[in-house]
């Protein structure tokens, strides 16, 4: 079942989010004082191209992980999170949708807090 619904998930958008969050890494990465923030982008990146049959472990960072958390958090995280809840809960209006939401909600734990969280 975690294949077909990648495969579902990659036709359906999964293949431009992953663009798009890959993008977003890049324009990160120019600048010096980005580049930890590029890089938990490309981590939500891979997560976010196929979803099924990962899970995502949080915590397990240190004093900078939880600084570059809060930065996150203040910058942009909060938005994106909002954004993945809000998806989420209109894709479990219907049955169909119901895991495609779950995905949503796991990158919504991930795009609030990305330092330190390891994808299984």
Known sequence: ??????IIWLVFGGILAAIAWFL??????ITII????????????QFVLLPFGKDIELGNFGVGGLLLNILWILLFGW???VGHLVIGLLLCLTVLGI??????????????????AKIR
């Open 1 to 6: 079942m975690n294949v077909l619904g990648n």
């Open 24 to 29: 977003a890494g890049l324009i990160l990465c």
């Open 34 to 45: 980005g580049i930890p923030f590029g890089l938990q982008c490309f981590k939500i990146a």
């Open 79 to 81: 938005e994106l999170a």
């Open 99 to 116: 895991p495609f939401g779950i995905q949503h909600f796991k990158f919504a734990q991930l795009a609030f807090i990305p330092f330190g």
